[in-house]
């Protein structure tokens, strides 16, 4: 949802993040709503300045989000407050399940599926009765036996449905029993949070949903940064999806990302596992030797990804231009393949491994920001090489002279034997691109002025050096060669030999091909090679030549109907309010006149809306597939359908392909807990990602060694990995050191006081830093035992003006199983006041450089 | 920009005091926000926007709440950002990093030079930029040759190399995005190609 959306809410719950102090811009909107009567919900470890807004704050233990989102998903079943009218169509809420399915209720925190061998889910046992369903994410394969096959079936009829609720596999009865043991006095145990602060957020939901009100929830890495973390975000989709609010004024689930352009990188992914606009990254142990077994695995029968070919191809022509034929599967050959997972965390793992040997790092500050830091750090000494772009000297590029391996590790730089470049970077200013923010808007900036010395853009980097690799291999007759040889790599470059930005946006949208006319946006796009795309989702972005709309400035008036179509671009073609076929009736009409957005227009037999509608324009609310005609792709979705990305056409309350961990949410502890599950026998996720090695020690649940919870967080004056702000002097004069925040209770237990030096362990190495001691923190009984949360902000390092020690030395490589994200936001510690003793005499913190 | 104004002898500041002293004029009937709060020194001050030669749209740099920013320069240098007031994301404000920005472009520890540490040096040396990108150029071919894989011993083509890495992409430009991507994984066979969407 758009942002300034919020401002139409009833409710805003924040959750999973701390939004006033880390988004404050995007909390504006949360507190316009507010000021129009909205109540807002802060459910948090720590109480923030987001909770000091809030009407109402819920305390929870660090990692238990599932448990109070499956705690209201349960109060909201029970009691019969989900909104009927729009869940029964709109959702699979009503569709059967097959006979094979089991419960985690009856597997005692176990799905059916469970492979003890492989540690791993087959989904076989999750799907409909008699429909094997593809994935709805970028891999829409799932690896079952007869896969392609079995996913026929749905040109054959929609899956099977009772929308009277009653039979005993739909989705309706099976969620009642996963759900049932998360009552209010269950959430208390687990959370913590006091059950009548839980009920009171339950019957704000509920007031504040239906067909006159809509509720928002916004999170942020809070909710990513755990073992857990897609599953702690899939239960507030099934609330929202229960309550109706998705696609709707108001509704919806809002991401707060971190990185400026960091849902531009993940559409145009700078990620292992993607292709631009998720087409999936080919997998060598999957069907994807050739182009036409890639495409028949990936290609959804049914819904929008049917489409899918068409991008695949249009993406290779844009890399391998001429080069590209049909002989060659359009190059589909050159394509590297994954083996396995090749995210941050392994990533890590494999440079100490000397698996890898030479390493880019731009505008990334991997030994602050990447967990296990220590691990990190030898990694790099293990390197051969090392690029380091970025504005000023980072840890990362200066760990070889500074770094704990050096000030405590025993090692001299003379022995680290890893040949570093360290090159000067351009700002946004400095450069013309475009990013795109969290609600995927595209915005584009100006170069305004040149940037200082020898700073370039990554556009001049990466254009340069493949101008000369393309020149290294310009000989070769290798086979392993053709790719670099075939890339098509023609900018045009000004006086300084920057390429024209506007020049790969027009790739990016795409064109015709060989006489590369611009398209005017995706449904132009073509699987027989005339047409060049380099990621789909954006094209329309750049339709014409002199047209480029992520550069449009034109926002609504103050009379105007505030989706501010003329204001940036949003993927996909200008789309504002994703699934905005939600906010009508199955028949077409607004769900009420307070929360209208889309609705049929008989008179013009099309869609009518202030937003652009993401559903077919003239689909009639009533066309129903002919089945006996085996309809395929968007003919096989229904008038009353608004899930086009989804082969069926509605929500997925439960997942039948696609999840790692489960088709629905189950509470588990973190892999480091002071505690067991009370819920079930299987106290940790089963799936969560875990790498042995000597460097990466995890301990066990309960551990008396570590009996505090960690959790780590940011402030409104740092960014990320810290660069960009502690080498600033105003920032770094706000917040100008590490500390930890210490709840008072410990703190008097062990004689710690404000500004005290304190150190904190964990199986992974130890950090001292200064004691803040406050009552933001509270603590919990769990089974008769007082447990304590400390939290510590992650962005400090050496380099700088603002200075401390770096808390991912504390943390472990250990990750949710669906997204290989870390699990940073709990994990356990120990703690006593006091110093490290480190070679270098005083810490790290406070040594001059 | 502040201006100093020139030393003078006790006298005379007491009677520039007198004169400039606001609370008489508010005495007499000035508005207490206007006039009555003028001051000599504040009369001959202009808005430092006035110097700028260019002015430019741009997105603060630091977070994926996109506020737009207006960048003003002078003769090639940053003066000033400030938020651009018709963005209906941020209405002209920013929060404490967004209001950085200028402090990031400007500051006193950015380098404008290509630093190279040798293995086992204890100190940087400075290179040219057309060394640093022949060099890593080569240094590229070299762990690549070395590292490519072109199938399975089965036959399962991998056309991949495990031995160079990437990171970052979170803060750069979509189409720096797509520079990489497209050299490291469509040109040269880099899996591990990863950015801060996990961290
Ligand atoms: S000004 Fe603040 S809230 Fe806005 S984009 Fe920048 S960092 Fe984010």
Redesign the pocket.
């Known amino acids: 949802m758009p942002q300034w959306d919020l401002a139409n809410s009833d409710c805003v719950l924040v959750m999973g993040s701390n939004m006033a102090e880390n ?4 909390f504006r909107f949360v507190l316009q709503a507010k000021a129009r009567g909205a109540t807002i919900i802060h459910a948090d470890p720590r109480f923030t300045r987001t909770s000091a807004m809030a009407d109402i704050y819920a305390p929870i233990r660090a990692g238990t989000d599932v448990a109070f989102l499956g705690g209201i998903i349960r109060h909201v079943l029970e009691h019969d407050l989900w909104f009927r009218e729009w869940a029964i169509p709109y959702t699979n809420i009503a569709t059967i399940l097959g006979e094979d399915y089991r419960d985690a209720e009856d597997g005692d925190g176990l799905f059916s599926g469970w492979q003890e061998e492989s540690r791993k889910y087959s989904p076989e046992s999750w799907q409909y009765e008699g429909v094997t369903m593809p994935s709805a994410l970028a891999e829409s394969y799932v690896d079952t036996e007869g896969f392609c096959e079995a996913t026929k079936r749905l040109h054959e009829g929609p899956p099977p449905r009772d929308p009277t609720l009653q039979h005993p596999r739909c989705v309706y009865q099976v969620m009642k029993r996963h759900f049932a043991r998360y009552t209010p006095e269950m959430v208390e145990r687990v959370t913590g949070c006091p059950r009548e602060v839980f009920l009171k957020v339950c019957e704000a939901l509920a007031r504040n949903s239906g067909r006159e009100r809509t509720t928002a929830i916004c999170y942020a890495v809070g909710w990513n940064h755990h073992s857990t973390g897609v599953q702690i975000i899939r239960s507030g989709a099934i609330l929202q999806a229960l309550l109706g609010n998705v696609g709707r004024p108001g509704g919806g689930m809002l991401a707060l990302r971190g990185h ?1 352009s960091i849902q531009g990188s993940t559409d145009i992914p700078t990620l292992y596992d993607m292709l631009p606009g998720y087409l999936p990254q080919p997998h060598a142990f999957k069907p994807h030797s050739t182009l036409e077994s890639y495409l028949d695995a990936e290609t959804s029968p049914t819904g929008w990804w049917r489409n899918f070919p068409k991008y695949a191809v249009s993406l290779l022509r844009a890399w391998y231009g001429e080069a590209a034929a049909p002989e060659n599967g359009w190059g589909f050959d050159w394509v590297p393949r994954i083996v396995g997972d090749h995210s941050q965390l392994p990533l890590t793992v494999a440079m100490r491994n000397r698996i890898i040997r030479g390493l880019f790092v731009m505008g990334q500050n991997p030994v602050v920001g990447s967990s296990n830091s220590l691990l990190v750090q030898r990694g790099l000494a293990d390197l051969d090489w090392m690029v380091v772009r970025d504005f000023a000297e980072t840890d990362t590029a200066s760990f070889w002279r500074d770094g704990h391996l050096v000030r405590s590790g025993g090692m001299r730089p003379e022995d680290i034997r890893t040949e570093v470049f360290l090159m000067p970077a351009a700002l946004s200013g400095e450069k013309a691109g475009s990013f795109t923010n969290t609600h995927r808007l595209l915005q584009w900036h100006d170069k305004v002025v040149p940037p200082p010395g020898d700073s370039r853009s990554e556009h001049w980097f990466v254009y340069h050096l493949g101008r000369r690799l393309k020149d290294l291999y310009a000989a070769s007759e290798r086979e392993e060669d053709r790719a670099i040889r075939a890339l098509t790599w023609e900018y045009p470059v000004d006086d300084e030999g920057e390429p024209d930005a506007e020049a790969i946006l027009q790739e990016i949208n795409g064109y015709t091909w060989p006489d590369r006319t611009l398209l005017p946006d995706f449904e132009a796009l073509k699987e027989d090679g005339s047409t060049a795309c380099g990621c789909w989702i954006y094209s329309g972005v750049f339709p014409k030549p002199g047209e480029n709309r992520s550069r449009a400035r034109r926002p609504d008036g103050p009379e105007g109907p505030g989706t501010h179509l003329g204001w940036g671009f949003a993927w996909p073609s200008n789309r504002r309010t994703l699934n905005n076929r939600a906010s009508a009736d199955p028949e077409g009409r607004p769900w009420s006149e307070r929360k209208r957005l889309v609705w049929w227009d008989e008179a013009k037999q099309e869609w009518a809306s202030p937003d652009q509608i993401d559903f077919p324009k003239d689909k009639r609310p009533d066309y129903e597939p002919d089945w006996s005609r085996k309809p395929a792709g968007m003919d096989a979705i229904s008038g009353r359908q608004p899930f086009i990305m989804i082969p069926d056409g509605v929500a997925g309350l439960f997942v039948p392909s696609g999840l790692k961990d489960g088709p629905l949410p189950a509470h588990y502890e973190p892999v480091e807990s002071p505690v067991a599950n009370p819920l079930y026998g299987q106290s940790i996720s089963p799936a969560a990602k875990r790498w042995e090695h000597a460097d990466n020690p995890v301990h066990g649940t309960g551990d008396p060694r570590w009996p505090h919870v960690l959790t780590t967080f940011r402030l409104t004056e740092h960014h990320s990995g810290g660069t960009p702000t502690r080498l600033v002097p105003t920032t770094a004069e706000l917040q100008p050191e590490g500390f930890a925040e210490i709840p008072t209770e410990l703190a008097r237990a062990l004689g710690i006081r404000s500004t005290d030096w304190v150190v904190i362990s964990t199986p992974r190495g130890a950090i001292e830093t200064r004691a803040l001691v406050t009552d933001r923190l509270r603590p919990w009984r769990l089974d008769g035992r007082m447990v304590h949360q400390i939290a510590l902000p992650w962005h400090f390092g050496w380099v700088g003006y603002a200075t401390g020690d770096v808390a991912n030395v504390l943390t472990a490589v250990v990750g949710d199983p669906n997204t290989g994200m870390h699990e940073n936001k709990a994990l356990t510690c120990a703690l006593r006041p006091g110093r490290l003793r480190r070679a270098g005499g005083a810490g790290v913190a406070r040594e001059a450089r | 920009m502040s201006r100093q104004p020139p030393r003078r002898g006790l006298a005379e500041r007491a009677a520039e005091f007198a004169r400039e002293w606001s609370v008489p004029r508010q005495l007499r009937g000035a508005d207490h926000r206007r006039e009555a709060a003028e001051a000599a020194i504040s009369r001959t001050l202009r808005p430092r926007l006035e110097e700028a030669d260019r002015v430019g749209t741009s997105i ?1 740099p ?2 994926a ?3 737009a920013q207006l960048i003003y320069a002078r003769d090639g240098r940053p003066i000033h950002v400030e938020g651009d007031p018709r963005s209906p994301v ?1 209405q002209g404000t ?2 404490p ?2 209001a950085a920005t200028f402090g990031l472009m400007t500051s006193p520890m950015r380098l404008d030079r290509c630093l190279h540490r040798v293995p086992g040096a204890t100190a940087w040396r400075e290179v040219t930029l057309d060394w640093a990108m022949d060099r890593i150029a080569h240094l590229v071919r070299r762990t690549r040759d070395e590292t490519f894989v072109k199938d399975l011993p089965d036959g399962t083509p991998l056309n991949h190399t495990l031995g160079i890495a990437s990171m970052g992409g979170a803060t750069l430009d979509n189409e720096e995005n797509y520079l990489i991507k497209k050299l490291f994984s469509g040109g040269l066979g880099m899996v591990f190609v990863e950015n801060q969407a996990r961290v």
């Open positions: 988004h404050p811009i995007a400026t | 603060c630091y977070c709440v996109g506020c941020n920013l929060c990093k967004g």
